[in-house]
């Protein structure tokens, strides 16, 4: 099918001066079908990357991916009349009893069964343990009292001094893993094995009838099955709201790209086109690594009339925060023809957190723009600001103190251009939204610098300066990157594969963050997000390789960098590869509770020998030889029946004879012996290969049940995806029998759920990057589609609203856990495998 009708952009230059620049009119002749699960709008890094959670971009604040509130206000005001097309005007909630984010809070509590009716205030409590929360295990956030055991039971007592029957009230919580919570013994909470923070819920009539002035208390009890464990609450009211913007613009349409996010809404008799635009272009690190996406507006008549139009953005400290609590500091400043709105904590501690569910708290916020005379920026008070513009559509000069408590007085930067009177031809222009995280990663008690001012002498305001001044190449380039990628992908997969794909490709970039190590190698490192918060994930980064390799291979040696060093270093010193390096961003060593020897193992060899034949060379296999032959020579003794462990999929808990890991560990010794014939080592290739052979033939054997292969070699009856054997197809080994993976897709395709093939036979959940691996075993297209839909249905159709989860129920397609992870990369399969299919055909033909 022709590029033009995939996907095309109709730029037409309009004479518009901002910052220097000509700026062009971008309309989408093709809009995707797809409904995204959460649309990406500002996507940096794991710590700035916000999102519109909702279809419409005014239904909801601006987000975390995390869910937490990343407020980003947009209004168009149209010949007097506001409308406000993104965010919502809400002021943080007010603490009734603190969360351990703002204060480490009293508890009893007890890691043995208790007795008698612990919920209720009466309970006598004086035989349990008093300390302070948050209770968990290490690398938790707000961490005081450790808890290692697998149960714990926990009192809070404490005093009102109010009613609060006719206020909405809201219970937080935090919880890892098994939980139930009661409030004045009526149960709020009751989960299954899952673990979540920060979640919200309003209290019912019924339990906020119980909360009277006096004594009252909260029980909870968890259960940590495995890995971490924690728990954490609080209650919350909210405040008087206070509105300046009630009319909402109409969303006409909602459109994703790789790099970019359209909207288009009407404003009255005024049609405006919003475009986020994020660079993350992998052949430009430079650029890539730039902490700076830009927000474009464009404004047209709809009616053939004149109108007068102001454009209104505002955003708070809330995105240079972890919570809402810390003092923060803001300022404006103008440099070289850029005004600057800046904010971040007062406190500063550069690198001073870690864990999964948390925001950064030192660096930088930026909201900039070119100091034009049309043009306004203020820094004020939440509503005071927002009135100013209502009522005037412009921002009152007066610059006044703004507080640093944002729960008393949530402070705004707002930024106001005036448009004057807008006919059917577009008036335009752009603001950029930055952040300078000063210091990235603690790289084995080192702290490095963004790969963007590696070298020192680069600073946040230069880098503003250059992305001004390039806009339009930049947003060009992007344009460009986009139709190509999409092309591509329809070609390879169709357009459902496309639209897919378009969704992954920023999730997975901004799941990392890049830096440099002194001796001048790429270090990519991944937060393994709403998991448990590793950092350089070895089984993260295999799932998320496909991508990588597709568009810059160096990116995925910055992924494998880390963990080679580790070793290398002897920092490491077990026979197999460590599962990660620490806990984002700290990269210290490896936290996780537990080894995957043979999982980690084969993941570095595969990827590594990958690397070797994208490239065509085996450079980067030789500087590590020497530690790919000791994990290559513990598949060899380990990987054909694995004893009992983990693998990937943790999630779904320890077993043994894995026989899906088995096929994982052959291909490892596989690649092993094809880098050694790439390099000349004949014998060494024929041992390894042969020996990959003979275990695959072993395999046959002990996995067969019949019409499909079993999930681990002592269970008949079971089955599992082997999306593994996906590398034997890619590098073209023939290590296992061809008519493997035919009989194992036409089983496939008999257990079938609406959202999904399943993981296993043990549950009905599934994982969607392994479908679309398993969907390329076979070269029929049927069945790469047949595989395919159901995953484009999930996400089409998922009520669990937030940006892409990988881990999802196959019956409801609703996520299970997981969400804005790097493994979304791995929906480049396809993609990944036919470009190594011209990559090898290449090869050949220059070695013929």
């Known amino acids: 099918m022709k590029r033009n009708l995939l996907f095309l952009f109709l730029v037409v230059l309009m004479a518009s001066s901002c910052a220097n620049n000509a700026v062009k009119t971008y309309s989408p002749v093709k809009v995707n079908k797809l409904r995204a699960p959460a649309y990406p709008l500002i996507t940096i890094d794991p710590y700035t990357s916000a999102w519109s959670f909702t279809d419409k971009l005014n239904e909801d604040d601006v987000r975390h991916w995390t869910g937490k509130k990343h407020p980003l206000i947009g209004v168009l005001r149209v010949d007097g009349k506001s409308y406000r097309f993104m965010g919502k005007e809400e002021t943080p909630l007010k603490e009734i009893i603190p969360t351990a984010a703002t204060l480490s809070w009293d508890a009893a509590y007890t890691e043995s069964k208790p007795g008698g009716d612990w919920t209720s205030v009466a309970f006598d409590d004086r035989s349990w343990k008093k300390a302070k929360a948050a209770f968990g295990t290490d690398g938790m956030p707000n961490l005081t009292t450790p808890w290692l055991s697998k149960d714990i039971w926990i009192r809070r007592n404490f005093e009102l001094t109010e009613n609060f029957a006719s206020v909405p009230v809201y219970l937080e919580y935090s919880h890892d893993d098994i939980f139930e919570l009661y409030i004045n013994g009526i149960e709020v909470v009751a989960t299954e094995y899952t673990w979540k923070n920060n979640v919200m819920v309003e209290l019912s009539d019924e339990v906020k009838a119980t909360l009277k002035p006096g004594k009252n208390i909260i029980t909870a009890h968890c259960h940590n099955r495995t890995g971490g464990g924690y728990v954490d609450f609080g209650l919350f009211t909210t405040p008087e709201?206070?509105?300046?913007?009630?009319?909402?613009?109409?969303?006409?349409?909602?459109?994703?790209?790789?790099t970019q996010t359209f909207y288009t809404f009407e404003c009255g008799p005024v049609q405006l086109d919003l475009i986020f635009t994020a660079p993350l272009l992998m052949d430009d690190l430079e650029l890539m690594t730039t902490p700076i996406n830009y927000v474009t507006y464009q404004v047209k008549s709809l009616?053939?009339?004149?109108?007068?139009?102001?454009?209104?953005?505002?955003?708070?400290?809330?995105?240079?925060?972890?919570?809402?609590?810390?003092?923060?500091?803001?300022?404006?400043?103008?440099?070289?023809?850029?005004?600057?709105?800046?904010?971040?904590?007062?406190?500063?501690?550069?690198?001073?957190?870690?864990?999964?569910?948390?925001?950064?708290?030192?660096?930088?916020?930026?909201?900039?723009?070119?100091?034009?005379?049309?043009?306004?920026?203020?820094?004020?008070?939440?509503?005071?600001?927002?009135?100013?513009?209502?009522?005037?559509?412009?921002?009152?000069?007066?610059?006044?103190?703004?507080?640093?408590?944002?729960?008393?007085?949530?402070?705004?930067?707002?930024?106001?251009?005036?448009?004057?009177?807008?006919?059917?031809?577009?008036?335009?222009?752009?603001?950029?939204?930055?952040?300078?995280?000063?210091?990235?990663?603690?790289?084995?008690?080192?702290?490095?610098?963004?790969?963007?001012?590696?070298?020192?002498?680069?600073?946040?305001?230069?880098?503003?300066?250059?992305?001004?001044?390039?806009?339009?190449?930049?947003?060009?380039?992007?344009?460009?990157?986009?139709?190509?990628?999409?092309?591509?992908?329809?070609?390879?997969?169709?357009?459902?594969?496309?639209?897919?794909?378009?969704?992954?490709?920023?999730?997975?970039?901004?799941?990392?963050?890049?830096?440099?190590?002194?001796?001048?190698?790429?270090?990519?490192?991944?937060?393994?997000?709403?998991?448990?918060?590793?950092?350089?994930?070895?089984?993260?980064?295999?799932?998320?390789?496909?991508?990588?390799?597709?568009?810059?291979?160096?990116?995925?040696?910055?992924?494998?960098?880390?963990?080679?060093?580790?070793?290398?270093?002897?920092?490491?010193?077990?026979?197999?590869?460590?599962?990660?390096?620490?806990?984002?961003?700290?990269?210290n060593g490896q936290t996780y509770g537990g080894d995957m020897p043979v999982e980690e193992c084969g993941n570095m060899l595969t990827l590594t020998a990958a690397i070797a034949i994208m490239e065509g060379n085996t450079d980067y296999a030789k500087k590590h030889w020497t530690v790919l032959t000791t994990w290559a020579d513990y598949l060899r003794k380990e990987g054909l029946d694995p004893e009992n462990q983990l693998c990937t999929d943790d999630f779904a808990g320890h077993f043994a004879h894995n026989a899906n890991l088995s096929v994982k560990a052959i291909m490892g010794i596989a690649g092993y012996g094809i880098m050694a014939e790439m390099m000349g080592e004949k014998e060494i290739a024929n041992e390894y290969l042969s020996e990959a052979k003979a275990m695959a033939a072993k395999w046959e054997s002990m996995a067969n049940d019949g019409d499909h292969y079993k999930l681990t070699f002592d269970q008949a009856g079971t089955w599992s995806q082997k999306y593994n054997l996906i590398w034997d197809k890619l590098f073209a080994s023939t290590i296992f029998a061809s008519?493997?993976?035919?009989?194992?897709?036409?089983?496939?395709?008999?257990?079938?759920?609406?959202?999904?093939?399943?993981?296993?036979?043990?549950?009905?959940?599934?994982?969607?990057?392994?479908?679309?691996?398993?969907?390329?075993?076979?070269?029929?297209?049927?069945?790469?589609k047949e595989l395919l839909?159901?995953?484009?249905?999930?996400?089409?159709?998922?009520?669990?609203?937030?940006?892409?989860?990988?881990?999802?129920?196959?019956?409801?397609?609703?996520?299970?856990?997981?969400?804005?992870?790097?493994?979304?990369?791995?929906y480049f399969m396809k993609m990944l495998e036919n470009k190594m299919k011209a990559v090898k055909t290449t090869t050949a033909g220059k070695n013929d």
């Open 241 to 258: 709201t206070k509105t300046s913007f009630d009319t909402m613009a109409v969303q006409k349409s909602a459109n994703v790209m790789p």
């Open 739 to 784: 008519d493997i993976a035919t009989k194992e897709m036409s089983y496939y395709r008999t257990k079938q759920n609406k959202y999904g093939l399943p993981l296993d036979s043990r549950k009905t959940y599934t994982k969607s990057d392994w479908i679309l691996w398993s969907a390329c075993l076979t070269d029929n297209p049927d069945d790469f």
């Open 303 to 587: 009616d053939g009339a004149k109108h007068d139009v102001q454009i209104y953005f505002d955003a708070t400290p809330q995105w240079a925060v972890n919570t809402d609590n810390q003092p923060v500091k803001s300022e404006k400043l103008e440099k070289n023809g850029i005004t600057y709105l800046k904010t971040g904590t007062a406190e500063q501690n550069i690198l001073g957190k870690k864990g999964d569910d948390v925001r950064i708290d030192w660096g930088y916020f930026y909201l900039a723009a070119a100091a034009e005379k049309q043009t306004s920026m203020k820094l004020g008070e939440y509503h005071v600001v927002k009135s100013e513009f209502n009522e005037s559509g412009v921002l009152v000069a007066k610059e006044g103190e703004v507080s640093q408590k944002m729960q008393e007085e949530m402070p705004v930067l707002a930024y106001s251009r005036n448009l004057g009177k807008v006919d059917a031809s577009s008036s335009n222009g752009y603001l950029m939204i930055g952040y300078d995280d000063l210091y990235s990663i603690q790289y084995f008690n080192e702290n490095l610098l963004p790969y963007w001012k590696r070298n020192g002498q680069v600073d946040i305001y230069q880098a503003f300066e250059k992305a001004s001044s390039n806009y339009a190449s930049v947003m060009q380039r992007c344009n460009d990157f986009d139709g190509t990628l999409m092309e591509q992908a329809a070609k390879d997969g169709g357009e459902m594969y496309a639209e897919l794909c378009a969704l992954a490709y920023r999730q997975a970039i901004a799941a990392h963050k890049l830096v440099e190590s002194k001796e001048g190698d790429l270090l990519f490192f991944s937060k393994e997000n709403f998991s448990n918060g590793s950092i350089g994930t070895v089984d993260v980064t295999y799932p998320s390789a496909p991508m990588f390799l597709v568009y810059n291979p160096e990116l995925l040696k910055g992924m494998l960098n880390p963990i080679f060093y580790y070793s290398e270093s002897g920092k490491w010193n077990k026979p197999f590869a460590a599962h990660d390096v620490g806990t984002y961003p700290l990269a």
């Open 789 to 826: 839909v159901p995953v484009y249905n999930y996400v089409n159709e998922t009520t669990t609203r937030m940006p892409l989860s990988d881990w999802h129920e196959t019956t409801d397609g609703s996520s299970v856990g997981f969400r804005a992870r790097s493994v979304v990369g791995g």
